[in-house]
């Protein structure tokens, strides 16, 4: 089975950074793409970046282009969201996901990390 480990959520005040980290263990698998989701308090899980591991095409919603940076480790099968110039809206808990080659979803989901924003 395949897990994924986040780390690196934290609190920070509006305009400072962070760095969140997600690292795949268990069988191997072949990795199509690997992302972030977020979960703000009483609204709906919203896509934030993803990176596809073929190719490395890197994809970012409109809320976060510009500020958050997705990367990857393939050696380590970790996929890694810097998250700079942070505002109080980017507060919830992010998710680590991750697509099999061959699934049409994202079929693997961490167990999230906190970030929160204050102004």
């Known amino acids: 089975q395949v897990q994924l480990v986040e780390s690196g959520g934290g609190l920070v005040q509006a305009g400072g950074s962070l760095r969140l980290s997600c690292a795949a263990s268990g069988r191997k698998f072949s990795t199509y793409a690997m992302g972030w989701f977020r979960q703000a308090p009483g609204k709906e899980r919203e896509f934030v970046a993803t990176?596809?591991?073929?190719?490395?095409?890197?994809y970012y919603s409109d809320s976060v282009q510009g500020r958050f940076t997705i990367s990857r480790d393939i050696r380590k099968n970790a996929v890694y969201l810097q998250m700079n110039s942070l505002k109080p809206e980017d507060t919830a808990i992010y998710y680590c996901v991750s697509q099999s080659v061959g699934s049409s979803q994202y079929d693997v989901w961490g167990q999230g990390t906190q970030v929160t924003v204050s102004s």
């Open positions: 990176f596809r591991w073929s190719g490395g095409s890197t």
